[in-house]
């Protein structure tokens, strides 16, 4: 019983993703044939027709994952301790720093295994 449900349900998923494709081709090809409209008239019909698009797509299994793992992330990153800007900039510095250093001694070494080899084979 359940796996007749579960098949339901994903051939009731795999129609509303060929909706949502459909209307976001449709889009495309009536922003394209349209062009002579003024650039508001089509900018709304855009943003009209990815609502559609999205309220279908939020039907599905993946589009309710999605959107809960949207929300899950924002409650994350609302407990994260951002840096003030002393810290940044320090932080910031040190990256320079420690760049500018590790660039040097690769140059530094560069030249000499060029050194190195110009010895070795006497060019």
Do not use: C
């Amino acid at each position: 019983m359940s796996a007749n449900i579960e098949s339901q349900s994903g051939a009731k998923d795999s129609l509303l993703w060929g909706l949502v494709f459909i209307i976001l081709v449709a889009t495309v090809v009536a922003n394209s044939l349209y062009s002579e409209l003024s650039v508001a008239i089509r900018a709304a019909a855009v943003v009209v027709a990815l609502g559609v698009a999205g309220l279908l797509a939020y039907q599905t299994h993946k589009g309710k994952t999605t959107v809960a793992f949207a929300k899950e992330s924002r409650l994350e990153m609302r407990k994260v301790v951002w840096p003030n800007r002393q810290e940044a900039i320090q932080t910031t510095l040190i990256v320079l720093a420690v760049t500018a250093v590790v660039g040097l001694f690769l140059f530094m070494l560069d030249g000499l295994l060029v050194w190195l080899v110009n010895l070795v084979t006497g060019v």
